[in-house]
């Protein structure tokens, strides 16, 4: 098996194994095609209009929320699926239980997810060997992964949780060279290879479950990992996927994503951040308005040339982790971005006062040895991703404590 030495090669295999190819049609429809199409088949799942065509986003807009954090109480009042599931649960060929709990079927078709979109965007094909490490007990991502992965032509090594040096065992012996789980694991596996002297032949993967910080994508891409984010839900599979235009996360064809106030319900505007609300239109297990708990934001502008979806900016935290400040949200994924961007800044929290009747934004920072520049540096990373001005206070090491990575809000409204 040829080992390329760097992510821009995987990539260049990539395209040689045709990862350029659309999954199908769907890649490249027209947005406005798709949005009536999925606004059609949310009209016939919710039922009650006569003409599916007159079903619009401010008809969509009129339907309640359903919040993920309400189905545990809904499915013990009515189990086992909350009457949401229009079918028996023995029609279903598996039937998971996350926490909470939750009670979540598995759609039969061979890819029930439709999760094989976003692999093939990841380069998976036909005659790939797929080490996947996703949990396979109760809970559906193991089996997600799975499926996604047989249906595209891949041969799959369900190792699940199994221990490190099982893992090494397989690697040595099949050399898979695609990987699904978290990128935390796939490095363990790999610095665990390295000290075995078990050849890692592992070219690309799909993660999910945490965000990835930008120093373990670059320590992966420095072994030749090409590496894809997935973001996705128990109930609803995977939502979003990165392509090899690492732009964003694609929306996935077949889902209606929205992105709300969580305070409101009123529609964001594009690149402001908001709750993640899902409608996947599927008569056997419809999810219409299906609130996540989940913050992104859509990038601006179009899709690309290969998926005309639109894009989310990826997980930004929980909508309970949410401050609002100046009308824009402020979670602590802001604070895991600039730490990213500033290696050299060890702690730092935001802080939230008022001032002259408006609000003001602090930036608290520890930093060993800060350059000169800092200050400023991170006064343009905290505009960049915030999307709002704001103060920067680089502190001693150690001030900050138990309240670094979190934000304090010292507003007082009475």
């Not at 439709?114 to 093939?120: I, K, P, Q, T």
């Not at 040096?165 to 694991?185: C, I, M």
Request: with cysteine; proline share 6%.
């Amino acid at each position: 098996m040829k080992v390329f030495k760097n992510a821009a090669d995987a990539d260049r295999r990539g395209q040689m194994d045709g990862m350029a190819e659309p999954y199908d049609a769907r890649d490249t429809q027209p947005a406005a095609l798709r949005l009536e199409e999925l606004l059609r088949r949310t009209a016939r799942v919710v039922g009650g209009y006569a003409d599916a065509g007159a079903f619009d986003m401010a008809a969509l807009g009129a339907l309640p929320v359903i919040r993920k954090s309400a189905l545990p109480a809904l499915q013990a009042g009515l189990p086992p699926f909350g009457g949401l599931v229009r079918q028996p649960a023995a029609d279903f060929p598996r039937l998971f239980l996350s926490p909470g709990p939750i009670c979540e079927p598995q759609l039969s078709a061979p890819d029930g997810s439709n999760a094989a979109r976003a692999l093939h965007a990841a380069g998976f094909r036909r005659g790939h060997v797929v080490l996947n490490t996703f949990n396979y007990h109760l809970t559906p991502g193991g089996f997600l992964m799975d499926e996604a992965a047989r249906a595209l032509g891949c041969a799959v090594i369900p190792a699940g949780a199994a221990a490190t040096e099982q893992v090494l065992q397989v690697l040595s012996l099949y050399q898979p060279e695609a990987y699904a789980g978290t990128a935390d694991h796939l490095n363990i596996i790999a610095r665990a290879a390295d000290a075995a002297g078990v050849g890692f032949s592992i070219r690309r993967a799909v993660v999910a479950g945490a965000a990835v910080p930008s120093s373990l994508r670059a320590s992966l891409r420095e072994r030749g990992v090409a590496l894809f984010e997935l973001y996705g839900t128990a109930e609803l599979g995977i939502i979003a996927y990165e392509t090899s235009d690492h732009d964003g996360l694609v929306v996935n064809e077949d889902l209606l994503v929205e992105i709300l106030d969580p305070a409101t319900g009123a529609r964001m505007a594009e690149g402001d951040t908001g709750e993640i609300v899902v409608t996947r239109p599927d008569a056997r297990y419809p999810l219409v308005r299906f609130a996540t708990g989940d913050l992104s934001a859509f990038t601006p502008g179009a899709g690309s040339a290969s998926h005309t979806a639109q894009r989310l900016r990826g997980w930004l935290g929980r909508a309970d982790q949410a401050v609002k400040v100046k009308g824009m949200f402020v979670v602590p994924a802001h604070l895991a971005q600039i730490r990213q961007a500033h290696p050299e800044v060890v702690r730092a929290r935001f802080v939230i006062s008022r001032a002259d009747e408006r609000d003001v934004l602090t930036l608290e920072a520890e930093a060993e040895m800060p350059q000169a520049d800092l200050e400023a540096r991170l006064a343009r990373t905290l505009r960049a991703v915030t999307r709002l001005g704001g103060t920067v206070c680089l502190v001693p090491p150690g001030s900050l404590g138990e309240e670094a990575g979190g934000i304090v809000d010292k507003r007082r409204y009475d």
